[in-house]
Protein backbone atom coordinates (compact mmCIF):
# COMPACT_ATOMS: atom_id res chain seq x y z
CA UNK A 1 0.00 0.00 0.00
CA UNK A 2 1.27 3.61 -1.11
CA UNK A 3 0.93 6.14 1.70
CA UNK A 4 2.23 9.56 1.08
CA UNK A 5 1.16 11.28 4.26
CA UNK A 6 2.17 8.73 7.21
CA UNK A 7 1.67 8.85 11.17
CA UNK A 8 4.64 10.97 11.73
CA UNK A 9 3.87 13.68 9.11
CA UNK A 10 0.39 13.72 10.84
CA UNK A 11 2.47 14.39 14.18
CA UNK A 12 4.29 16.72 12.49
CA UNK A 13 1.34 19.06 11.12
CA UNK A 14 -0.05 18.72 14.90
CA UNK A 15 3.34 20.39 16.00
CA UNK A 16 2.92 23.34 13.81
CA UNK A 17 -0.65 23.51 14.96
CA UNK A 18 0.34 23.56 18.59
CA UNK A 19 2.92 25.91 18.11
CA UNK A 20 0.68 28.39 16.27
CA UNK A 21 -2.18 27.86 18.47
CA UNK A 22 0.56 28.79 21.16
CA UNK A 23 1.03 31.85 19.11
CA UNK A 24 -2.26 32.82 19.05
CA UNK A 25 -3.04 32.86 22.78
CA UNK A 26 0.12 34.58 23.44
CA UNK A 27 -0.96 37.37 21.04
CA UNK A 28 -3.95 37.23 23.22
CA UNK A 29 -2.79 37.70 26.45
CA UNK A 30 -0.73 40.48 25.18
CA UNK A 31 -3.52 42.08 23.50
CA UNK A 32 -6.48 41.91 25.94
CA UNK A 33 -7.26 44.91 28.69
CA UNK A 34 -9.36 42.35 30.52
CA UNK A 35 -6.65 40.52 33.01
CA UNK A 36 -8.64 37.26 33.56
CA UNK A 37 -8.83 36.89 29.76
CA UNK A 38 -4.81 37.13 29.69
CA UNK A 39 -4.72 34.99 32.25
CA UNK A 40 -6.68 32.70 30.94
CA UNK A 41 -4.49 33.03 27.65
CA UNK A 42 -1.10 32.51 28.93
CA UNK A 43 -2.39 29.47 30.50
CA UNK A 44 -3.76 28.01 27.02
CA UNK A 45 -0.22 29.19 25.55
CA UNK A 46 1.57 27.10 28.26
CA UNK A 47 -0.57 24.24 27.51
CA UNK A 48 -0.23 24.01 23.93
CA UNK A 49 3.44 23.79 24.34
CA UNK A 50 3.06 21.09 26.16
CA UNK A 51 1.37 19.44 23.84
CA UNK A 52 4.08 19.83 21.00
CA UNK A 53 6.80 18.20 23.59
CA UNK A 54 4.04 15.11 23.75
CA UNK A 55 3.98 15.34 19.69
CA UNK A 56 7.62 15.46 19.59
CA UNK A 57 8.22 12.40 21.57
CA UNK A 58 5.51 10.23 19.82
CA UNK A 59 7.20 11.30 16.29
CA UNK A 60 9.79 8.91 17.10
CA UNK A 61 7.54 6.20 17.80
CA UNK A 62 5.37 6.95 14.10
CA UNK A 63 8.80 7.22 12.03
CA UNK A 64 7.36 5.04 9.57
CA UNK A 65 4.13 3.32 10.31
CA UNK A 66 1.64 3.09 8.59
CA UNK A 67 -2.03 2.75 8.95
CA UNK A 68 -4.30 0.30 7.80
CA UNK A 69 -6.71 1.97 5.13
CA UNK A 70 -9.83 1.15 2.97
CA UNK A 71 -7.84 2.44 -0.08
CA UNK A 72 -4.86 3.77 -0.86
CA UNK A 73 -4.17 7.58 0.20
CA UNK A 74 -7.41 7.35 2.14
CA UNK A 75 -6.17 8.97 5.25
CA UNK A 76 -3.79 11.29 3.82
CA UNK A 77 -6.95 12.73 1.63
CA UNK A 78 -9.29 12.79 4.51
CA UNK A 79 -6.45 14.36 7.34
CA UNK A 80 -5.35 16.80 4.46
CA UNK A 81 -8.73 18.01 4.19
CA UNK A 82 -8.76 18.27 8.11
CA UNK A 83 -6.09 20.35 8.38
CA UNK A 84 -6.89 22.47 5.49
CA UNK A 85 -9.94 23.65 7.22
CA UNK A 86 -7.90 23.96 10.54
CA UNK A 87 -7.94 28.13 11.76
CA UNK A 88 -3.95 27.73 12.86
CA UNK A 89 -2.12 25.75 10.18
CA UNK A 90 0.22 28.24 9.61
CA UNK A 91 2.30 31.57 11.22
CA UNK A 92 0.39 33.66 8.43
CA UNK A 93 -2.76 32.90 9.44
CA UNK A 94 -2.05 33.36 13.15
CA UNK A 95 -1.40 37.17 12.63
CA UNK A 96 -4.37 37.52 10.10
CA UNK A 97 -6.97 35.89 12.76
CA UNK A 98 -5.47 38.24 15.97
CA UNK A 99 -5.50 41.18 13.54
CA UNK A 100 -9.01 40.80 13.10
CA UNK A 101 -10.32 40.19 15.89
CA UNK A 102 -11.78 43.12 17.79
CA UNK A 103 -13.10 41.88 21.21
CA UNK A 104 -12.32 39.54 24.05
CA UNK A 105 -15.50 37.73 22.99
CA UNK A 106 -14.59 37.25 19.77
CA UNK A 107 -11.09 35.59 20.48
CA UNK A 108 -12.46 33.11 23.15
CA UNK A 109 -15.08 32.08 20.14
CA UNK A 110 -12.34 31.67 17.80
CA UNK A 111 -10.51 29.71 20.63
CA UNK A 112 -13.22 27.88 21.05
CA UNK A 113 -13.11 26.88 17.96
CA UNK A 114 -9.94 25.78 17.85
CA UNK A 115 -9.74 23.59 20.92
CA UNK A 116 -13.17 22.09 19.00
CA UNK A 117 -10.98 21.77 15.70
CA UNK A 118 -8.11 20.22 17.87
CA UNK A 119 -10.77 17.42 19.47
CA UNK A 120 -11.66 15.85 16.02
CA UNK A 121 -8.63 16.15 14.36
CA UNK A 122 -6.92 14.28 17.35
CA UNK A 123 -9.92 11.79 17.35
CA UNK A 124 -9.17 11.06 13.63
CA UNK A 125 -5.96 10.83 14.69
CA UNK A 126 -6.06 7.77 16.15
CA UNK A 127 -6.79 6.10 12.99
CA UNK A 128 -3.53 6.99 11.94
CA UNK A 129 -1.16 5.63 15.11
CA UNK A 130 -0.43 2.42 16.42
CA UNK A 131 -2.64 1.49 19.48
CA UNK A 132 0.39 1.61 21.47
CA UNK A 133 -0.04 5.68 21.18
CA UNK A 134 -3.71 5.73 21.86
CA UNK A 135 -3.39 6.88 25.56
CA UNK A 136 -1.26 9.57 24.60
CA UNK A 137 -4.30 10.80 22.12
CA UNK A 138 -6.97 9.93 24.35
CA UNK A 139 -5.00 12.42 27.39
CA UNK A 140 -4.32 14.66 24.27
CA UNK A 141 -8.19 14.92 23.55
CA UNK A 142 -8.83 15.26 27.55
CA UNK A 143 -6.89 17.81 27.96
CA UNK A 144 -8.55 19.43 24.57
CA UNK A 145 -12.17 18.98 25.99
CA UNK A 146 -10.63 20.43 29.38
CA UNK A 147 -9.69 23.44 27.43
CA UNK A 148 -13.21 23.43 25.35
CA UNK A 149 -15.05 23.86 28.90
CA UNK A 150 -12.91 26.28 30.26
CA UNK A 151 -12.75 28.74 27.65
CA UNK A 152 -16.81 28.00 27.15
CA UNK A 153 -17.41 28.70 30.53
CA UNK A 154 -15.64 31.47 30.67
CA UNK A 155 -16.97 33.17 27.72
CA UNK A 156 -20.47 33.21 29.31
CA UNK A 157 -19.49 33.61 32.94
CA UNK A 158 -17.00 36.73 32.51
CA UNK A 159 -17.93 38.60 29.56
CA UNK A 160 -21.63 37.89 29.00
CA UNK A 161 -21.73 35.43 26.08
CA UNK A 162 -23.17 32.45 25.35
Known amino acids: MSILFSGSEVVDLC ?3 EKNGAAFYHALAESTKEEAVGKL ?3 LEGEEKKHQTIFE ?3 SVLKG ?3 VESYPGEYELYM ?3 ADARVFTSDAVVREMV ?3 ESDVEALTVAIGFEKDSILFL ?3 K ?3 PESEYGAIDALMQEEKNHLRQLSEFRKERLGAG
Open 80 to 82: KAL
Open 65 to 67: YQP
Open 57 to 59: KMR
Open 123 to 125: YEM
Open 127 to 129: NLV
Open 99 to 101: AKV
Open 41 to 43: ASY
Open 15 to 17: IEI
